[in-house]
């Protein structure tokens, strides 16, 4: 019996989805094969229907082109009102996102998906307005032309010659719970667009006519009837794997698809989604940054960008590699990646140069084994030149403002150089001629050439190799000042120079670009490296702030914050001071919404693109943590994909240490929670029985006198009375412990340090507690210094060592004091019973006594109170046996600062005498 | 019949206050408030007053200063222990003495006798210009000291610190108050002269200068000179 459980964790994934989906609202497309097939009419329809039947169902926004039929549909609906932008002095009317959050209907009408909003609105697409809707939890009914979908946009293209720029990314598609295709045969609609029914444009009429011809109108049906049967057969697979129906394997298929710079890449693109969707494969898209590449302008760099990001909105996962070998490289990672098939475009080089020079793709092709490789023709027109709108569309799509090219100063510089090298090679071999071959001279000139290629690369290494053989046949070959060339074996001279120029210069190029790649590779990783290791060592949020602003500075050359919510979940500026790399002026209103829907936006991005910086959110393991926003100087830095991958990193490991801190500090609160809970525990038992033997005492003597009658003598009455006091006086010696304590343990005591004889804080003790004189000795050295020190608590130790020593011992007791190196050490002895062995470190924690069972009273603080005092002076304390019996407390004060100087004063008669 | 004014917040110990002070004779008038005190001073016009510092509605150093804007009565001030700041501010502000929370009645009616005494009599104290304890005689007239009728010889310094701390008699002198008067007015952060002083002053008149009999330390206050032996 084979095992026909559903997978555990597909199962759950499928209740993570159903669970992430409740509360969110459900997507219904209206999909048509072409304009005019009805759709707007079949959703409205819907739309009455659900209201009908008691839904809060609303119109936001809707295009009835006139049409009397669909406005009809509109009678006795409500319907949002639009809202109205100026744009550049074009006053725009657009669906009014806001309204509709605030309304909150149930369910919401939004025609035409594809829509593009015009700029000063929230979102760019419609599409990104009608996922905020559904994450608001309100459904949504919208509709959509099969040409607008982006992975069938360039088929689309290719079957009308009418390429749309609108598109919608498939994942809005696969992600909608209800596809309904609104269907039309080709002939009923071309009746309806010859009866007006179709809405056209005025100035496109011609376009139109070329869009609705019968051919093109079968297709799109086809297109729109295929598109709809993969969902339903997604679906299908949907339902078969959730009830263990499997007799299909998985098919295991991995897909990579290597794009480069060109406009085949978006092609590729789309073919490769088309691929691994059919396969139904995870798929990859490659880009290997060749030293070559890295020579492209900016603005086929942008292309590559967008291609990747069109990949990534596709589904995919994109990688940038980089290496000298551009097919190693996609062998390499089609291994490592188990990658079952590989797709690229076809070679560019053809003939004898793709004979010579051999291709990328027949090196893989012959390379690659146990791996399909599948090529894609070019487009015809893609074989001479880009079109510039080609890469005015990857800027837009990319919201990068296009910027213009410049000679620097610096390449300015190279070809003087070269210019120079020419005219020195020139010079000497002109001096040279006389005496050498030709054949020989002509190496000085290589020469020249060969350090230009090394030092300035391969503009002016071409340059100073067409001066070279220009000077060379001008100054050195006969007939001087002339390009008649006698000798015909000197054009071999020229043509070899040219070659070793461009090879060289290729070379070195090449050498220098990897060189580059590497050291910019090293410079990622030694940032990662620095930024892990100051995040491991932060130990506050602050830190780790600082630390992540300071390398996303450095990296990626702009200003960013990190805000947090406030307990309210607001966003608000941080309180901080901020550093040299701080953004400061975040817009708080778009970091808000980043925050409220963990979505990137601002500049660059398909939210609030109007705004300055770049948004992104910090997610954490289980909260939102905040939001980083970031001002670049140049959206480039941030949106090339492996700097992207980059500050994913940087991001995932603040959220790391910030997590990791706040749970340090969570930690630490519980276990001084826990702490403090078996301190309260302990002390409410200690004083418990500490508190209630005196008061015992104290309410039966108390009584005894209240309720007397006359007939107490004197006596038993001041017997009485006697312990009344006595008691009353222990339970305060306890609760100044307890409350000294406290506040000991709560930081709350400043210490008020004042210069000190010892001598005068002894006597002060001696003096209040009134021991017996033959108790106590005390023996100070002449001249012992003052010690810095709060009289009021080194009294309080000595009272409580004294106070034990009484307590424990009835011999007697010797105070004593001395220096010793840099601290004074104050001893109080005892002849008593000692400190029991092994115990010495125990009796100064809290509420342990020498003798647990012992009759003395005392909560055990005293000891305790001693350490948290000598501890706070800098110093130490410390019990131990005394030689001839009887134990000892030493505890240290620190003498390291120098007691302020007194002046001697004057005394005459002291100077009389 | 002595009357005293006690401002105290806690029911019980101005019960035990005036079962204590009324056995002594004293006529006991009460308040609970800061204000009802400063109202019941300035009508019953009492010869001492006996202040808590933890009142509810005005803070008793504020007391003090208030009072001390148009009457020299006496005022003993109560405070709890670790309220060392508010002791010296009360003593600062101009109050004659303190006591801290608890005490003994024997301990509050030596205060109050001394507060009197002082009140009666000023400066006067020694009117024969002798003022001794235990075997120490000041011949405050000549300037001379004596230990056992052996004559002493004090610096100019000592002699006057000695001589201000027999003219508060019984009385705590704060630390500030010492400096100031002794060193002048920019002396009064240089706590530790007066602890040098005060040492030397030990040594030459104390028996044991680590058991001392009348030159007393309050710590973290000030001094206290005993006229009684300890």
Same mark, same amino acid.
């Not at chain 1, 396969?279 to 492209?296: D, F, G, K, M, N």
């Given at each position: 019996?084979?095992?026909?459980?559903?997978?555990?964790?597909?199962?759950?994934?499928?209740?993570?989805?159903?669970?992430?989906?409740?509360?969110?609202?459900?997507?219904?497309?209206?999909?048509?094969?072409?304009?005019?097939?009805?759709? $707007?009419?079949? =959703?409205?329809?819907?739309?009455?229907?659900?209201?009908?039947?008691?839904?809060?169902?609303?119109?936001?926004?809707?295009?009835?082109?006139?049409?009397?039929?669909?406005?009809?549909?509109?009678?006795?609906?409500?319907?949002?009102?639009?809202?109205?932008?100026?744009?550049?002095?074009?006053?725009?009317?657009?669906?009014?996102?806001?309204?509709?959050?605030?309304?909150?209907?149930?369910?919401?009408?939004?025609?035409?998906?594809?829509?593009?909003?015009?700029?000063?609105?929230?979102?760019?697409?419609?599409?990104?307005?009608?996922?905020?809707?559904?994450?608001?939890?309100?459904?949504?009914?919208?509709?959509?032309?099969?040409?607008?979908?982006?992975?069938?946009?360039?088929?689309?293209?290719?079957?009308?010659?009418?390429?749309?720029?609108?598109?919608?990314?498939?994942?809005?598609?696969?992600?909608?719970?209800?596809?309904?295709?609104?269907?039309?045969?080709?002939?009923?609609?071309?009746?309806?667009?010859?009866?007006?029914?179709?809405?056209?444009?005025?100035?496109?009429?011609?376009?139109?006519?070329?869009?609705?011809?019968?051919?093109?109108?079968?297709?799109?049906?086809?297109?729109?009837?295929?598109?709809?049967?993969?969902?339903?057969?997604?679906?299908?697979?949907?339902?078969?794997?959730?009830?263990?129906?499997?007799?299909?394997?998985?098919?295991?298929?991995?897909?990579?698809?290597?794009?480069?710079?060109?406009?085949?890449?978006?092609?590729?693109?789309?073919?490769?989604?088309?691929?691994?969707?059919?396969?139904?494969?995870?798929?990859?898209?490659?880009?290997?940054?060749?030293?070559?590449?890295?020579?492209?302008?900016?603005?086929?760099?942008?292309?590559?960008?967008?291609?990747?990001?069109?990949?990534?909105?596709?589904?995919?996962?994109?990688?940038?590699?980089?290496?000298?070998?551009?097919?190693?490289?996609?062998?390499?990672?089609?291994?490592?990646?188990?990658?079952?098939?590989?797709?690229?475009?076809?070679?560019?080089?053809?003939?004898?140069?793709?004979?010579?020079?051999?291709?990328?793709?027949?090196?893989?092709?012959?390379?690659?084994?146990?791996?399909?490789?599948?090529?894609?023709?070019?487009?015809?027109?893609?074989?001479?030149?880009?079109?510039?709108?080609?890469?005015?569309?990857?800027?837009?799509?990319?919201?990068?403002?296009?910027?213009?090219?410049?000679?620097?100063?610096?390449?300015?510089?190279?070809?003087?150089?070269?210019?120079?090298?020419?005219?020195?090679?020139?010079?000497?071999?002109?001096?040279?001629?006389?005496?050498?071959?030709?054949?020989?001279?002509? =190496?000085?000139?290589?020469?020249?050439?060969?350090?230009?290629?090394?030092?300035?690369?391969?503009?002016?290494?071409?340059?100073?190799?067409?001066?070279?053989?220009?000077?060379?046949?001008?100054?050195?070959?006969?007939?001087?000042?002339?390009?008649?060339?006698?000798?015909?074996?000197?054009?071999? $001279?020229?043509?070899?120079?040219?070659?070793?120029?461009?090879?060289?210069?290729?070379?070195?190029?090449?050498?220098?670009?990897?060189?580059?790649?590497?050291?910019?590779?090293?410079?990622?990783?030694?940032?990662?490296?620095?930024?892990?290791?100051?995040?491991?060592?932060?130990?506050?949020?602050?830190?780790?702030?600082?630390?992540?602003?300071?390398?996303?500075?450095?990296?990626?050359?702009?200003?960013?914050?990190?805000?947090?919510?406030?307990?309210?979940?607001?966003?608000?500026?941080? $309180?901080?001071?901020?550093?040299?790399?701080?953004?400061?002026?975040?817009?708080?209103?778009?970091?808000?919404?980043?925050?409220?829907?963990?979505?990137?936006?601002?500049?660059?991005?398909?939210?609030?693109?109007?705004?300055?910086?770049?948004?992104?959110?910090?997610?954490?393991?289980?909260?939102?943590?905040?939001?980083?926003?970031?001002?670049?100087?140049?959206?480039?830095?941030?949106?090339?994909?492996?700097?992207?991958?980059?500050?994913?990193?940087?991001?995932?490991?603040?959220?790391?240490?910030?997590?990791?801190?706040?749970?340090?500090?969570?930690?630490?609160?519980?276990?001084?929670?826990?702490?403090?809970?078996?301190?309260?525990?302990?002390?409410?038992?200690?004083?418990?029985?500490?508190?209630?033997?005196?008061?015992?005492?104290?309410?039966?003597?108390?009584?005894?006198?209240?309720?007397?009658?006359?007939?107490?003598?004197?006596?038993?009455?001041?017997?009485?009375?006697?312990?009344?006091?006595?008691?009353?006086?222990? =339970?305060?010696?306890?609760?100044?412990?307890?409350?000294?304590?406290?506040?000991?343990?709560?930081?709350?005591?400043?210490?008020?340090?004042?210069?000190?004889?010892?001598?005068?804080?002894?006597?002060?003790?001696? $003096?209040?507690?009134?021991?017996?004189?033959?108790?106590?000795?005390?023996?100070?050295?002449?001249?012992?210094?003052?010690?810095?020190?709060?009289?009021?608590?080194?009294?309080?130790?000595?009272?409580?060592?004294?106070?034990?020593?009484?307590?424990?011992?009835?011999?007697?007791?010797?105070?004593?004091?001395?220096?010793?190196?840099?601290? =004074?050490?104050?001893?109080?002895?005892?002849?008593?019973?000692?400190?029991?062995?092994?115990?010495?470190?125990?009796?100064?924690?809290?509420?342990?006594?020498?003798?647990?069972?012992?009759?003395?009273?005392?909560?055990?603080?005293?000891?305790?109170?001693?350490?948290?005092?000598?501890?706070?002076?800098?110093?130490?304390?410390?019990?131990?046996?005394?030689?001839?019996?009887?134990?000892?407390?030493?505890?240290?004060?620190?003498?390291?600062?120098?007691?302020?100087?007194?002046?001697?004063?004057?005394?005459?008669?002291?100077?009389?005498? | 019949?002595?009357?005293?004014?006690?401002?105290?917040?806690?029911?019980?110990?101005?019960?035990?206050?005036?079962?204590?002070?009324?056995?002594?004779?004293?006529?006991?008038?009460?308040?609970?408030?800061?204000?009802?005190?400063?109202?019941?001073?300035?009508?019953?016009?009492?010869?001492?007053?006996?202040?808590?510092?933890?009142?509810?509605?005005?803070?008793?150093?504020?007391?003090?200063?208030?009072?001390?804007?148009?009457?020299?009565?006496?005022?003993?001030?109560?405070?709890?222990?670790?309220?060392?700041?508010?002791?010296?501010?009360?003593?600062?502000?101009?109050?004659?003495?303190?006591?801290?929370?608890?005490?003994?009645?024997?301990?509050?009616?030596?205060?109050?006798?001394?507060?009197?005494?002082?009140?009666?009599?000023?400066?006067?104290?020694?009117?024969?210009?002798?003022?001794?304890?235990?075997?120490?005689?000041?011949?405050?007239?000549?300037?001379?000291?004596?230990?056992?009728?052996?004559?002493?010889?004090?610096?100019?310094?000592?002699?006057?610190?000695?001589?201000?701390?027999?003219?508060?008699?019984?009385?705590?002198?704060?630390?500030?108050?010492?400096?100031?008067?002794?060193?002048?007015?920019?002396?009064?952060?240089?706590?530790?002269?007066?602890?040098?002083?005060?040492?030397?002053?030990?040594?030459?008149?104390?028996?044991?200068?680590?058991?001392?009999?009348?030159?007393?330390?309050?710590?973290?206050?000030?001094?206290?000179?005993?006229?009684?032996?300890?």
């Amino acid at each position: 019996m084979t095992d026909e459980r559903p997978d555990p964790d597909v199962l759950l994934a499928r209740v993570q989805r159903d669970e992430a989906r409740h509360g969110h609202g459900r997507l219904k497309i209206f999909l048509g094969a072409a304009a005019g097939v009805g759709k $707007t009419y079949a =959703m409205l329809s819907a739309l009455r229907e659900k209201r009908a039947g008691g839904t809060d169902a609303i119109v936001g926004v809707t295009e009835t082109h006139g049409r009397s039929d669909t406005a009809a549909l509109l009678d006795g609906l409500e319907a949002l009102a639009l809202r109205s932008i100026v744009y550049r002095g074009v006053q725009v009317r657009e669906f009014d996102l806001d309204a509709a959050l605030a309304r909150r209907p149930q369910l919401i009408a939004m025609d035409e998906l594809a829509h593009t909003n015009a700029t000063g609105s929230r979102h760019r697409k419609r599409w990104n307005d009608v996922q905020e809707l559904l994450d608001a939890g309100i459904d949504v009914y919208t509709t959509l032309n099969v040409q607008h979908l982006e992975s069938l946009n360039d088929v689309v293209g290719g079957i009308t010659g009418v390429r749309v720029s609108e598109t919608v990314p498939d994942s809005i598609f696969d992600a909608a719970d209800e596809v309904e295709l609104v269907d039309l045969p080709p002939d009923e609609l071309l009746t309806r667009l010859h009866e007006g029914k179709v809405y056209v444009p005025a100035q496109a009429q011609h376009a139109v006519d070329n869009f609705f011809r019968k051919g093109n109108l079968i297709a799109l049906r086809e297109l729109a009837l295929r598109r709809t049967a993969e969902r339903v057969d997604a679906q299908m697979r949907d339902y078969r794997d959730g009830h263990a129906i499997r007799d299909v394997w998985p098919s295991g298929e991995r897909v990579l698809v290597c794009i480069g710079s060109g406009p085949t890449s978006e092609r590729l693109v789309r073919a490769g989604r088309r691929l691994a969707v059919t396969l139904h494969a995870e798929w990859i898209v490659a880009y290997v940054e060749t030293p070559a590449l890295q020579r492209l302008s900016p603005q086929r760099r942008d292309a590559v960008m967008a291609s990747l990001r069109l990949a990534e909105e596709l589904g995919a996962t994109t990688v940038t590699l980089s290496g000298p070998d551009m097919s190693a490289e996609i062998l390499a990672l089609a291994r490592a990646q188990n990658v079952t098939r590989i797709m690229l475009g076809k070679p560019r080089r053809s003939g004898w140069r793709r004979w010579l020079l051999g291709s990328v793709v027949d090196t893989i092709v012959r390379q690659a084994h146990g791996i399909d490789v599948h090529l894609l023709s070019a487009e015809p027109r893609a074989q001479s030149a880009i079109p510039e709108t080609y890469f005015d569309r990857s800027r837009l799509y990319l919201g990068i403002r296009p910027e213009r090219r410049r000679i620097t100063a610096q390449q300015r510089r190279a070809y003087l150089w070269s210019i120079a090298v020419t005219a020195a090679c020139t010079l000497v071999a002109t001096v040279m001629a006389g005496h050498f071959d030709l054949s020989n001279v002509v =190496m000085i000139y290589l020469l020249g050439v060969v350090y230009v290629a090394a030092r300035h690369g391969r503009g002016p290494a071409l340059l100073a190799s067409v001066l070279s053989v220009v000077a060379f046949d001008l100054f050195l070959v006969p007939p001087y000042f002339n390009f008649a060339v006698s000798d015909t074996q000197f054009l071999i $001279t020229f043509g070899v120079m040219l070659v070793v120029a461009l090879v060289i210069s290729g070379l070195t190029a090449n050498v220098r670009s990897q060189a580059k790649v590497a050291s910019h590779r090293e410079r990622r990783t030694r940032v990662l490296y620095d930024l892990s290791r100051e995040l491991a060592a932060a130990r506050t949020e602050q830190d780790i702030v600082k630390a992540v602003v300071r390398h996303i500075g450095g990296e990626f050359e702009g200003q960013s914050a990190v805000l947090f919510p406030d307990s309210a979940g607001k966003i608000s500026y941080p $309180t901080e001071d901020g550093i040299q790399y701080s953004f400061h002026g975040a817009d708080l209103g778009v970091a808000q919404w980043v925050f409220d829907h963990t979505r990137i936006a601002g500049n660059g991005t398909d939210t609030l693109p109007g705004a300055d910086g770049v948004y992104l959110p910090l997610v954490g393991s289980s909260e939102k943590i905040g939001v980083l926003a970031l001002l670049p100087v140049n959206l480039r830095r941030v949106f090339l994909p492996e700097q992207q991958r980059l500050l994913d990193t940087f991001m995932t490991q603040a959220v790391q240490a910030i997590e990791r801190v706040r749970l340090a500090e969570q930690a630490r609160v519980a276990q001084v929670a826990a702490e403090t809970e078996r301190l309260r525990n302990s002390l409410l038992s200690a004083i418990s029985h500490d508190l209630r033997t005196p008061l015992a005492t104290i309410v039966g003597a108390s009584s005894s006198l209240v309720e007397e009658s006359g007939h107490l003598d004197p006596k038993a009455r001041r017997e009485l009375s006697h312990s009344i006091y006595d008691e009353a006086r222990r =339970m305060t010696r306890l609760a100044n412990n307890i409350l000294d304590m406290a506040r000991l343990d709560a930081g709350a005591v400043k210490l008020n340090l004042q210069w000190y004889p010892v001598e005068e804080i002894i006597g002060g003790v001696l $003096t209040r507690l009134q021991l017996d004189r033959h108790l106590v000795n005390v023996s100070l050295p002449e001249n012992l210094p003052m010690a810095l020190l709060d009289a009021v608590l080194i009294e309080q130790v000595l009272e409580n060592l004294l106070d034990n020593a009484v307590k424990y011992a009835a011999a007697p007791i010797d105070i004593s004091a001395r220096v010793q190196e840099n601290v =004074m050490i104050i001893t109080v002895a005892d002849r008593g019973p000692g400190v029991p062995k092994g115990n010495e470190k125990r009796l100064f924690e809290k509420f342990e006594r020498a003798n647990m069972e012992g009759v003395h009273g005392g909560a055990g603080l005293g000891l305790t109170i001693c350490r948290a005092i000598v501890v706070a002076h800098g110093g130490r304390i410390w019990a131990e046996q005394r030689a001839d019996g009887g134990a000892a407390f030493h505890f240290t004060l620190p003498l390291e600062k120098t007691p302020p100087a007194i002046e001697p004063e004057y005394d005459p008669d002291a100077a009389a005498a | 019949m002595p009357a005293v004014v006690i401002i105290e917040d806690d029911a019980q110990i101005r019960r035990f206050l005036r079962t204590a002070l009324g056995a002594q004779g004293f006529r006991i008038h009460e308040a609970a408030s800061g204000q009802q005190g400063l109202v019941e001073t300035a009508t019953r016009k009492p010869d001492i007053l006996i202040l808590d510092l933890g009142l509810p509605d005005i803070d008793g150093v504020q007391v003090v200063r208030e009072l001390r804007a148009w009457t020299t009565l006496p005022i003993i001030v109560l405070s709890a222990r670790s309220q060392e700041d508010d002791k010296i501010a009360a003593l600062d502000a101009g109050a004659d003495d303190y006591l801290t929370k608890p005490f003994g009645v024997g301990e509050l009616i030596a205060r109050i006798q001394v507060a009197l005494r002082h009140r009666s009599a000023g400066v006067k104290d020694g009117a024969d210009g002798i003022f001794s304890v235990a075997d120490v005689k000041i011949d405050l007239g000549r300037r001379q000291v004596f230990v056992a009728d052996c004559e002493v010889h004090l610096t100019p310094i000592e002699y006057r610190l000695l001589a201000l701390l027999i003219q508060h008699a019984g009385r705590v002198v704060t630390h500030r108050q010492l400096l100031k008067e002794v060193w002048g007015p920019s002396y009064v952060e240089n706590s530790h002269y007066l602890r040098v002083y005060m040492g030397a002053l030990r040594h030459k008149l104390e028996a044991d200068p680590t058991r001392p009999r009348f030159l007393l330390t309050e710590a973290g206050v000030g001094y206290r000179l005993s006229p009684d032996e300890k």
